[in-house]
């Protein structure tokens, strides 16, 4: 099963998902919306902000590797499909990952 997740989406709580596609989605948003070294106890966790204020095309080089590498780490029952950008003028990068779901692991 293939899921598409933005960046952009505030991940809500669900302490206890009632199915194991709705538990790695939640995980997926919520490795997206953290930055690295937010989390005291694990410092490694979510994804680098040393991309901001580089150009376009290696702010998204860096976040699709880290984005990959993230997911691969902290929910290995997510495979990253593939990954496109969205973003404005602003210069705001927002991710759209295309995960496949093994429900298995």
Do not use: C, H, W
């Not at 709580?13 to 939640?26: H, L, R, S």
């Not at 040393?50 to 860096?62: G, I, L, S």
């Not at 699709?64 to 691969?72: A, C, D, L, S, V």
Request: proline share 7%.
């Amino acid at each position: 099963m293939s899921i598409i997740i933005t960046g952009d989406e505030t991940p809500s709580i669900d302490f206890a998902p009632k199915t194991t596609v709705a538990e790695v989605v939640q995980n997926v948003r919520t490795i997206l919306g953290t930055i690295k070294y937010q989390i005291p106890l694990d410092r490694e966790f979510g994804i680098d902000g040393t991309a901001v204020d580089r150009p376009m095309p290696q702010a998204k080089a860096m976040l699709t590797t880290e984005i990959i590498k993230q997911i691969k780490q902290y929910e290995p029952r997510a495979t990253v499909k593939s990954i496109d950008f969205t973003g404005g003028l602003d210069g705001k990068l927002i991710p759209r990952v295309e995960v496949k779901i093994s429900e298995t692991q």
